[in-house]
Nanobody, 124 residues
Framework: QVQLAESGGGLVQAGDSLRLSCAASGRTSSSGTMGWFRQAPGKEREFVAAITWGSTYISTFYADFVKGRFTISRDYAKSTVYLQMNSLTPEDTAVYYC???????????????WGQGTQVTVSS
């Protein structure tokens, strides 16, 4: 079983940057996928970015709306995945969730584990 803990959210102004962190604990795997989703009030949860890895490869996937602003990465030594978010806009305001699976998937799902979420609020 894997437990996920997100951090790094907060209140920022438009144009600012944030780096979200997702620390994984419990049983981890040498291969798998971790991703970021977000959910704004009254909206469906949407895919943001994902990173999938194996012994011979690492691949990343991004939603179209990222447009080069966000970068997902992983620190394997710390069992932590990051989402670097630049040029934030009020439309990025949402609860951001970390998700994980020990399977290698294309990015959008399905995921087996979910964090509690971290709030990102971007003011104009």
């Amino acid at each position: 079983q894997v437990q996920l803990a997100e951090s790094g959210g907060g209140l920022v102004q438009a144009g600012d940057s944030l780096r979200l962190s997702c620390a994984a604990s419990g049983r981890t795997s040498s291969s798998g996928t971790m991703g970021w989703f977000r959910q704004a009030p009254g909206k469906e949860r949407e895919f943001v970015a994902a990173i999938t890895w194996g012994s011979t490869y690492i691949s990343t996937f991004y939603a179209d709306f990222v447009k080069g602003r966000f970068t997902i990465s992983r620190d394997y030594a710390k069992s932590t995945v990051y989402l670097q978010m630049n040029s934030l806009t009020p439309e990025d305001t949402a609860v951001y969730y970390c998700a994980a699976t020990q399977r290698k998937i294309a990015g959008t799902g399905p995921y087996d584990y979910w964090g509690q979420g971290t709030q990102v609020t971007v003011s104009s």
